[in-house]
């Protein structure tokens, strides 16, 4: 099977760099996300993480390298992946519905037709009853579950998600993790998942990709170990949590080094 994202030695600067931070983010990365794979990608703050999603997603181009879509190099990539960022981005005056039908609606359906299509899907995402309500009446849990619809029906096959629960309480969190996996098991997507969450990363992850400083020219990969379906328990297996205890000692040496 052709990996569904390869990345091969890309490297990306910023112009206007300074010397405290001179703007050389990836140098020669190369990597393959197969289709059907939930990988995390994990580093510090400023470690070059969101600049890859940018690559990927198509909002910057790489200096030099290529970036392959089912084997294919595509000059225009955006809108070639899902996106769900971290602040949902719903718009404020539409309704649940419609904020869950824009991509429909851009991809040239009728209001009406979009919004029978959805019907089942607001359901089964656990909106049901809630569709006629603005984004400031919903709890974050369920705001990122609409934000979540909208990159499923962006019809993608890659759905990029940059620190979707980071802003939730631990509970809901943990709640929308489990919630994720069984959404993904369902919709057969690939996912590349940014967090800074260590027991996060493992949790959801089939591979860790670990960022460290920049400029970055390979990923240390990590294979979590756990079979699917996956229930939090699983993160008190005592392999997990070696390999936790691994991955805080990597970012922490990383973050007092740099
Ligand atoms: P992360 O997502 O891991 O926190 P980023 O990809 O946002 O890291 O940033 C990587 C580096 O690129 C940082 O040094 C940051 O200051 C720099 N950077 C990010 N965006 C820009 C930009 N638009 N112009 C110049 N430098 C930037």
Redesign the pocket.
Known sequence: MTDLLTLDRVSFS????TKQ?P?H?LDGLSLSIRQGEFVSII????????????LITGLEKQTSGRILFHGEEIEQRLGQAGYMPQQDLLLPWRTVRENAILPLQLQGMKKEKACEEVGGLLKEFGLSGYEDRYPHNLSGGMRQRVSFLRAVLSGKDLLVLDEPFSALDAITKLSMQEWLLDQWSKWNKTILF?THDVEEALFLADRIFV?ST?PVSQLTEIKVPLPRPRDFRDLAHTDIQGLKTKLISELRKMVFHS
Request: no cysteine; proline share 5%; charged share 10%.
């Open positions: 910023y112009t206007g760099g931070s703007g983010v580093g510090p703050s400023g470690s070059g993480k969101s600049t890859l999603f940018r940014i960022f920049m």
